[in-house]
């Protein structure tokens, strides 16, 4: 699954994958989102992605979010936003919100939540300044308190800036990639660049953010899984060999920030189910201070406040939004390290699985490193000590 489709006229849209994916991939093993699920679902959270658009029949009959998908605008060609011809956003709102599948597959970060697809880009997914403010302003006013916007640009234009404080205004925090899937750049992109907006970079399997292993690893395969980021970074996120639905409903892999961006959604989505009062600013707030620090001088080049922690945001306050003392917002934890990776072997295996279908030897090689990683960083305390 990748950002864009560029041979979409010469082999039209993306097909169905045909492949079901039978266990939750690394990144559920890594967020524990599962944890926090009797407290929030997302219950009562719109989620926008403004992206692709969301195939309608996701929110239909047995779909990924069936009866929670409402679908806006489509703000470039015609129809509406059920058409996701480039697949792209229906596998963002799946890793959002998708419920989890009978015979126990992946499923979203807040499957309790609901989806509000608005389109901005043509069918290769290709956009501009132009189609993102309106996509922005038309996620605001459908009543969504969060938005990822999922096709960055590179060139700032005053329409979007004025696109973000409008939302934010409304009471919408904007979630958006630091750089494209698959791209290096150096220079910011947009949203993600203006203040006000939380910035996202992918992580790896290996605790280690995707685009610096890239550069030390130069023979990951080409498809993979990086992409380049911003100046700023705020949060980081799992964003390698993700496993969610696709258009057509069979199950997908892809790697990039974007994904990783959909995932701090969804936790954003989580806080928001158990903490509603919350403003944007305190829901922003309440991400970075929960995060899993890296251990440097905050906030990091590299990973910003660190690692997004759903399970620690949810339980840092109670449902009027409060933090543990009732102040308006929550306290900074003690700083805790992200964990170097108990076995080297689960990047390559994350990064070669950007690459192949969902086989059923693939997924259980997955679910392994998974359980590695997650062992791993459970095996030490908030210091990144290992216990005696």
Request: glycine share 16%.
């Amino acid at each position: 699954m990748g950002q864009t489709l560029s041979d979409v006229r010469q082999n039209g849209c993306r097909k169905p994958s045909g492949r079901v994916a039978e266990r939750a991939g690394w990144a559920q093993a890594y967020l524990r989102p599962e944890a926090v699920w009797p407290s929030s679902r997302g219950e009562g959270v719109t989620v926008a992605v403004v992206g692709s658009g969301v195939e309608a029949s996701a929110g239909a009959g047995t779909g990924a979010l069936a009866g929670r998908l409402t679908l806006g605008p489509r703000l470039h060609g015609e129809g509406d936003a059920g058409r996701d011809c480039v697949g792209h956003g229906t596998f963002l709102a799946s890793l959002i919100a998708g419920r989890r599948t009978a015979d126990g597959g992946p499923a979203g970060i807040a499957p309790g939540a609901k989806v509000l697809s608005v389109a901005v880009t043509d069918d290769a997914g290709s956009t501009n300044a132009d189609l993102l403010a309106r996509g922005i302003r038309a996620a605001a006013d459908g009543g969504a308190r969060i938005a990822v916007v999922a096709a960055p640009i590179a060139e700032a234009a005053p329409a979007l800036a004025e696109a973000v404080g409008y939302a934010t205004a409304k009471g919408m925090l904007l979630v958006a990639p630091a750089g494209p899937d698959g791209q290096s750049v150096a220079a910011p992109v947009y949203p993600a660049g203006y203040p006000g907006v939380l910035a996202v970079a992918a992580l790896g399997a290996d605790g280690v953010p995707a685009d610096r292993s890239a550069s030390a690893a130069p023979e990951a395969p080409s498809s993979g899984a990086t992409g380049g980021r911003a100046s700023r970074v705020d949060l980081v996120a799992p964003g390698e060999g993700l496993v969610a639905a696709g258009p057509g409903g069979g199950s997908f892999i892809a790697s990039g920030p974007s994904y990783a961006a959909a995932l701090v959604a969804g936790s954003a989505a989580l806080v928001l189910g158990r903490s509603p009062s919350l403003t944007v600013d305190q829901l922003a707030e309440r991400l970075r201070t929960t995060a899993y620090r890296p251990g440097t001088e905050l906030p990091d080049q590299t990973v910003g406040w660190g690692t997004v922690d759903p399970v620690t945001a949810v339980a840092a306050g109670g449902p009027s939004g409060a933090g543990p003392a009732g102040a308006g917002t929550p306290p900074s934890p003690e700083p805790v390290v992200v964990p170097p990776p108990a076995d080297p072997s689960a990047r390559r295996l994350a990064s070669a699985l950007a690459g192949v279908s969902l086989g059923g030897a693939a997924l259980v090689g997955l679910a392994a490193a998974a359980v590695r990683v997650g062992r791993n960083r459970a095996g030490r305390d908030r210091n990144g000590r290992r216990p005696e």
